[in-house]
């Protein structure tokens, strides 16, 4: 098993470019997220799909937009990029429960000039 | 609404010592509770976590974590720390609020000195 896997590793853009980042999962889980790491914030939660056809945001979605593909597959998309949103992104699945473990892909890191 | 803070940025400490690195938490309900690590360019990765019964908690690589309900803390511990322990960590909480979310930390940075 491959886990999670995400593309690019790394990207940059200029301001007001658009990209999508894609994630992937081949563990079956039912829940996906995607979250940026900045220095000293540690992990904030972007958006994320609890289940295959549902999206919801969550703690910094502005200027993001996701799409749940399938079951293995859940994309964040960058409409028109910000100085701001230069971060490191990470995607992450879970089977769905409250004591189940997340798993995080290698990251994605993200440069926008 | 659920938090979790870890009150120092930076944890220092020979090899061969005791290491803690601390956390505390806030929740409405049941705590479920994680420690990841992310070693440099790298996902993170689990550690461990309480989800009920036994508050000593043993986990990957030698970690173990005590969870303490009255102090609302969930420390991080290793009896004897090595040079390739040196990572940042996360504590973090599952939110109950709906979707399996998970509130992280800032994170530490763990440093072992040789």
């Known amino acids: 098993n491959a886990g999670v896997t995400q593309t690019p590793k790394f990207q940059v853009l200029k301001t007001g470019q658009s990209m999508t980042l894609q994630c992937a999962q081949d563990?079956?889980?039912?829940?996906m997220y995607w979250y940026r790491q900045d220095p000293g914030m540690g992990l904030r939660l972007i958006y994320y799909?609890?289940?295959?056809?549902?999206?919801d945001k969550g703690e910094v979605p502005n200027g993001y937009n996701v799409s749940r593909l399938n079951k293995r597959e859940f994309s964040l998309r960058l409409e028109s990029a910000a100085p701001s949103q230069t971060s490191v992104y990470f995607c992450?699945?879970?089977?769905?429960?409250?004591?189940?473990?997340?798993?995080f892909g290698p990251g994605t890191r993200l440069l926008v000039l | 609404a659920q938090s979790v803070a870890q009150p120092e940025d930076q944890v220092n400490v020979a090899e061969g010592n005791p290491l803690t690195v601390k956390c505390t938490y806030s929740?409405?309900?049941?705590?479920?509770l994680f420690w990841y690590v992310q070693y440099p360019n790298r996902g993170l990765q689990f550690l461990l976590k309480?989800?009920?019964?036994?508050?000593l908690v043993k986990g990957s690589y030698g970690f173990e974590a005590e969870f303490n309900k009255s102090q609302t803390s969930f420390h991080l511990k290793k009896p004897s720390a090595l040079v390739s322990d040196s990572a940042l960590y996360f504590c973090?909480?599952?939110?109950?609020?709906?979707?399996?979310?998970?509130?992280f930390g800032a994170g530490t940075r763990l440093f072992v000195k040789a």
């Open positions: 309480y989800i009920t019964g036994d508050n």
């Open positions: 973090a909480v599952r939110d109950n609020t709906g979707g399996f979310k998970t509130i």
């Open positions: 563990m079956n889980h039912n829940s």
């Open positions: 992450a699945s879970l089977t769905g429960g409250w004591g189940e473990t997340q798993y």
């Open positions: 799909s609890a289940s295959e056809g549902t999206t």
């Open positions: 929740v409405s309900g049941n705590p479920y």
